[in-house]
């Protein structure tokens, strides 16, 4: 995974034990202050929350350990590869695009990072600029040139 990726990760897993865990272990302390837990919705709504909580914590804590962090910045070369921000054509629309290749858990699209395992990625791994790859996409084969590959 990329720095940024992993300090989103690292945020969002403090984020979770410091202002999520104990607001719904005092949420589940007041309901259980209301009494009988058994029809208590409060009590069981909190108890279902605490349990996604824990998971998503344990999920986190788990990517972190067996991550690879690469900081992007110090890669370089001509071919694509993880962590290389590539600008692309589309050789039908003459649309451009920049995507940078990231791990699956921090792709987003709308802000042009795109999962290694995407075919998009996977077309380009290995290709330097002037090339072009053919991707197949819903809408059939859409063929891209590389017009740049960065390192920021």
Same mark, same amino acid.
């Given at each position: 995974?990329?720095?940024?990726?992993?300090?989103?990760?690292?945020? =969002?897993?403090?984020?979770?034990?410091?202002?999520?865990?104990?607001?719904? %272990?005092?949420?589940?302390?007041?309901?259980?202050?209301?009494?009988?837990?058994?029809?208590?919705?409060?009590?069981?709504?909190?108890?279902? &929350?605490?349990?996604?909580?824990?998971?998503?914590?344990?999920?986190?804590?788990?990517?972190?350990? &067996?991550?690879?962090? %690469?900081?992007?910045?110090?890669?370089?070369?001509?071919?694509?590869?993880?962590?290389?921000?590539?600008?692309?054509?589309?050789?039908?629309?003459? =649309?451009?695009?920049?995507?940078?290749?990231?791990?699956?858990?921090?792709?987003?699209?709308?802000?042009? &990072?795109? @999962?290694? @395992?995407?075919?998009?990625? &996977?077309?380009?791994?290995?290709?330097?600029?002037? =090339?072009?790859?053919?991707?197949?996409?819903?809408?059939?084969?859409?063929?891209?040139?590389?017009?740049?590959?960065?390192?920021?």
């Amino acid at each position: 995974m990329t720095v940024l990726g992993y300090q989103t990760l690292d945020e =969002e897993l403090k984020r979770l034990k410091t202002v999520e865990r104990p607001a719904v %272990i005092a949420a589940i302390a007041e309901a259980r202050s209301h009494g009988d837990l058994s029809e208590n919705a409060e009590y069981h709504a909190a108890k279902e &929350r605490q349990g996604w909580i824990e998971g998503q914590i344990a999920e986190i804590e788990d990517k972190i350990a &067996r991550a690879q962090v %690469i900081d992007v910045t110090k890669l370089s070369g001509k071919q694509v590869k993880f962590g290389a921000t590539v600008s692309v054509v589309d050789e039908d629309t003459e =649309e451009e695009a920049r995507y940078q290749i990231v791990g699956d858990h921090e792709a987003d699209v709308k802000s042009g &990072r795109i @999962s290694l @395992s995407s075919p998009l990625s &996977r077309a380009m791994i290995g290709k330097e600029v002037g =090339e072009v790859v053919e991707v197949n996409t819903p809408g059939g084969v859409k063929a891209y040139e590389i017009l740049k590959v960065e390192w920021v």
